[in-house]
């Protein structure tokens, strides 16, 4: 069974840390993807990967950074949390060709900021 | 806004009715996808439909598309305790950005 894993189902950070999120996906794919899921906003894209070190933002980067330095592992890094980065993260991965299409995603991480 | 946005915000049905959601959308797309999402969960992805393609069956899903109003359903039939999630909408535009609706909270009343 195809599988995205995230190191964790929940955290809770205080403000200033710097935070690790972990995804680790078994599928061989690509392009790997992180977005933060907020109530009544749908989610939104934070940034994306295609290729190992290789890193695109997405439409709300800032406070983020990312580090790819295997295909199978794509790092969300939170560099001083806040408050505002409370949310649910997800992560996801596809296949090459067709980036978009029929996205796989981990269970997701709720990440509180205290 | 949201390019994709769904409708209603909730839903709540009789187990074995049939379950149907609107999404919106407000450019031109290269396609369209449902996606449904347990509670506290990841994404599943349910279906994908094609702009020039107008129905899609798999299983209990049918989804249409109406790209003259800029419009997508899914309807599940038979509805199932286990159908209980909230559904989502994405649409991929023709800059190749994937754009996702607010979604639909689905409940299936025993």
């Known amino acids: 069974d195809v599988k995205v894993t995230q190191s964790s189902r929940y955290l809770v950070k205080r403000t200033g840390e710097k935070v690790f999120l972990e995804c680790v996906q078994d599928?061989?794919?690509?392009?790997m993807f992180w977005y933060r899921q907020d109530p009544g906003l749908g989610l939104r894209l934070i940034y994306f990967?295609?290729?190992?070190?290789?890193?695109e933002k997405g439409d709300i980067p800032e406070g983020y950074s990312v580090s790819r330095e295997k295909k199978e592992r794509f790092s969300l890094i939170l560099e001083s949390a806040s408050t505002n980065q409370t949310s649910m993260y997800l992560c996801?991965?596809?296949?090459?060709?067709?980036?978009?299409?029929?996205?796989?995603f981990g269970s997701g991480t709720q990440l509180s900021v205290l | 806004s949201q390019q994709g946005e769904e409708d209603p915000q909730a839903l709540s049905i009789q187990e074995g009715e049939n379950a149907t959601m609107n999404c919106s959308y407000k450019?031109?797309?290269?396609?369209l996808q449902w996606y449904r999402q347990n509670s506290g969960r990841g994404l599943v992805h349910l279906i994908l439909?094609?702009?020039n393609e107008r129905e899609k069956h798999s299983g209990r899903l049918r989804v249409t598309l109406d790209t003259s109003k800029k419009s997508s359903s899914l309807l599940i039939t038979a509805s199932r305790a286990a159908d209980t999630a909230s559904y989502f909408c994405?649409?991929?535009?023709?800059?190749?950005?994937?754009?996702w609706g607010a979604g639909t909270k689905l409940i299936i009343k025993p």
């Open positions: 996801a991965s596809s296949s090459s060709g067709q980036p978009n299409e029929k996205l796989f």
């Open positions: 599928m061989d794919h690509e392009n």
């Open positions: 990967s295609y290729d190992v070190k290789m890193k």
């Open positions: 450019t031109s797309i290269n396609n």
């Open positions: 439909i094609r702009s």
């Open positions: 994405a649409t991929e535009d023709s800059n190749y950005q994937l754009i």
